[in-house]
């Protein structure tokens, strides 16, 4: 299936773009966690969201819940690893499935964790966030896998029964999978290591284990990974004030354009991104229409 709009974020720019493409007809599925965002999720008090007052986190995160429930909006509960560009739609790999959009939201927020020393300088050189995408190319070799996430997991076994040997790393060392080719490290990752492929990780009791490959399997991917030739000014996407970025038919809205990193803002974003993804979808099916001789 083909949909008007993949929106990839479900915090309140995805939530605010969702409600206007509903209600509008269009065709959309929306990527990321039912339990909407995990930043909001954990304030402890909201108090400059017009309208509402002093609200907990928690409280604002229930009243997004029922608001898309009483819409009939549903989440498409899968993370989303690569988006590529095919001039005319989109394709995105979400849990060892492919989907394919006209248009695409980037919402997704903006990383907080900071990546390893030697990660960013290694990316394509040993160093991936897809394990469905890369996995292949280690079979029979000695991985070292971050895994951020339980919901990582299942990315983990997989790439165990791939590869000849795994070192798993999670941030509180208690993650763990069945596979016995996967070694559970309580130490915790400090430096990705090699001169012109990734060759050894080093821990942060300066242990060092030689690797072919590592793994990071966080729940926020570099947008410039996500989808390759984007446009970025300093960690954010680059757009204009419609929030259109380089790349045609694909937006970005909330915090991932940039500061303040405020929610009135993200929904703002969203319902002229959803705007925007309005007019270029009219766009593009009108230049698809038979033109009458």
Known sequence: MLYDAAIVGTGPAGLSAATVLEARGKNIIWFGPEEMSSKIEKAEKISNYPGLGIITGYELNEQFRAHIKELGIEITNKFVTKISNFGGHFTLLADNEMYEAKTVLLASGIAVAKGFEGEKEHLGRGVSYCATCDGMFYKGKTLAVYCGDKNFLPEVSYLANIAEKVYMFSPDGQLAVPENKVEKLGGRLAKILGEN?????????????????????????????????????????????????????????????????????????????????????????????????
């Open 197 to 293: 492929r990734v060759e050894a990780v080093e821990l942060s009791n300066g242990d060092q284990i030689a690797v072919d490959g590592v793994f990071v399997l966080r729940n926020a991917i570099p947008p410039e990974e996500l989808l390759p030739g984007l446009e970025l000014d300093g960690p954010h996407v680059a757009v204009n004030r419609q929030l259109h970025t380089n790349i045609d038919g694909c937006f970005a809205a909330g915090d991932n354009t940039g500061r303040p990193y405020q929610i009135a803002k993200a929904v703002g974003e969203g319902n002229v991104a959803a705007h925007e993804i309005l007019e270029y979808l009219a766009k593009i099916d009108h230049s698809l229409q038979p033109k009458r001789l």
